[in-house]
């Protein structure tokens, strides 16, 4: 029987199990698909440079759009959080109000950043793993928003 499974997995290369495909499916409310791709990762262990499945801020950002097919939204490949500031910024795209759920949060003037759940809330990779917690509630300093528009996509 093992021999026939075996034999079976390697006829059929293309077939994978991903735990993203749910999050991908949801294309239909590109917002709700960022929000559940984030959320699918909170408990993951940090990792400096990671991209999962264990995460930096920036890694944790990128996985997430890379999961929903709306990486374009943040420049289509991965960048640092003061990247994405600068990126944004140019094309003036950040702001320190108007908080849409699926929009960036940056901390610190480009040294973290999070997914923006909204309510308040955002999902990012702090030294301790990927975590809940409100806007305010880092020992750095809010900065701004970036607008990602995926909200203007599913209206």
Do not use: W
């Not at 944790?60 to 003061?82: H, N």
């Not at 301790?128 to 806007?135: N, P, Q, T, Y």
Request: net charge positive.
């Amino acid at each position: 029987m093992a021999v026939a499974v075996a034999v079976f997995l390697a006829l059929a290369p293309s077939l994978r199990i991903d735990a993203a495909s749910p999050v991908t499916q949801n294309a239909a409310d590109p917002v709700q698909a960022v929000l559940d791709a984030a959320r699918s990762h909170l408990g993951a262990p940090y990792r400096y440079g990671g991209t999962g499945p264990r995460f930096d801020c920036s890694g944790l950002v990128f996985r997430v759009f890379e999961e929903t097919g709306q990486l374009s939204r943040i420049g289509g490949r991965r960048r640092t959080a003061a990247q994405l500031l600068r990126y944004f910024r140019a094309r003036g795209l950040a702001s320190a109000s108007d908080g849409r759920p699926g929009d960036l949060v940056i901390y610190n003037n480009g040294t973290h950043v999070g997914v923006y759940l909204g309510d308040g809330e955002v999902i990012s990779a702090i030294n301790v793993g990927v975590r809940k917690h409100g806007l305010h509630r880092l020992t750095i300093p809010f900065t701004v928003f970036l607008h990602t528009h995926l909200a203007r996509m599913g209206t």
